[in-house]
């Protein structure tokens, strides 16, 4: 079974507490991940609306939230040895309301400031498309297409996404999709962003456990098809349960672990610092990260 070796970074966020940590607890974490072999972070989002993980002037009407996490973020990767990728802006409204030239606007002008900032900061070593879909909508094609090449340009280095399939776990049954819908909207998204999309992490937690296997063979096999890598995002929380969200019951982990094993390069979670870590809020992360230890052989006390 591959080990996590990536992990979202979520201090931009829309339905998960904040932890309120500083640089010490955010170097303790990346340190762990150092021990754990853990390679690749993955800032989700760097703004959604009016927020922004640095003081933005491309932005507007932005909270003037005073910290730097993105130089912080960067700054702690180089140290450990860890690859940034860095996440796109939401507004949260555009592209929902289909006006998908805004959003592209409002990227671009983000992504040219991200570029001044931090373009050359060694660490980072790649970006992620933060405007997650299930299909093939909201004009996702001229967002991956346009947010993605501006992107390239800016620092010409891997891009990834991570969509999710439109499964009954998040979809009344008659908006959920078979899994012949999703590989039909998938291969039509892929064929049109195979120039700008290098790899591509498919959420887990939308679907049912026993559909997964094949759901996973088929988006790797259209994946390859369009040369385009295929990790996991294997999903740390809980969505089964009535409240969001807490960490996962380690026995449908691993099962989740397990059958991504069999078709990813790479395993990446959402999001190992609220959900796994042995620092986190939540009491049954520390147990959680236990499970995992034993599983791969790991010394916990060492680790923690």
């Avoid at 195979?194 to 996973?216: S, T």
């Avoid at 259209?222 to 990790?231: E, L």
């Amino acid at each position: 079974m591959l080990k996590i070796t990536g992990t979202f970074l979520d201090e931009i966020t829309h339905d998960i507490p904040s932890q309120n940590w500083g640089e010490k607890e955010w170097r303790r974490e990346f340190a762990l991940y150092q021990k754990i072999g853990i390679d690749t972070v993955i800032i989700i989002r760097a703004g959604y609306q009016n927020k922004c993980i640095f003081p933005a002037k491309s932005v507007p009407n932005l909270l003037p939230l005073k910290s730097d996490l993105a130089q912080m973020f960067l700054d702690l990767a180089g140290e450990h040895n860890l690859q940034l990728f860095f996440g796109t802006f939401d507004s949260g409204s555009h592209w929902y309301r289909r006006s998908y030239w805004k959003e592209v606007d409002l990227n671009k002008a983000f992504l040219d400031e991200v570029g001044q900032k931090y373009g050359n900061h060694p660490a980072l070593a790649g970006w992620y498309l933060c405007h997650e879909t299930s299909k093939n909508e909201a004009h996702i094609i001229e967002l991956h297409n346009q947010i993605g090449a501006h992107c390239k340009s800016i620092k010409d280095v891997p891009v990834l996404i991570s969509p999710f399939p439109q499964g009954t776990k998040q979809f009344v049954t008659g908006d959920a999709f078979t899994l012949e819908e999703s590989l039909d909207h998938w291969n039509r998204i892929f064929d049109e962003t195979k120039d700008v999309v290098d790899i591509c992490a498919f959420q887990d937690g939308q679907i049912q456990y026993h559909e997964l296997p094949e759901f996973l063979h088929g988006v790797k096999s259209i994946a390859d098809n369009h040369g385009i890598s295929t990790w996991s995002n294997v999903e740390t929380f809980d969505r089964d349960m009535p409240i969001k969200f807490p960490p996962a019951d380690w026995r449908y982990l691993e099962l989740k672990m397990e059958a991504a094993t069999q078709t990813a390069e790479k395993i990446i979670t959402f999001e190992f610092a609220h959900f796994m870590s042995p620092y986190s809020c939540y009491a049954s992360a520390h147990n959680l990260f236990k499970r995992y230890c034993e599983a791969h052989n790991l010394n916990y006390e060492e680790m923690a």
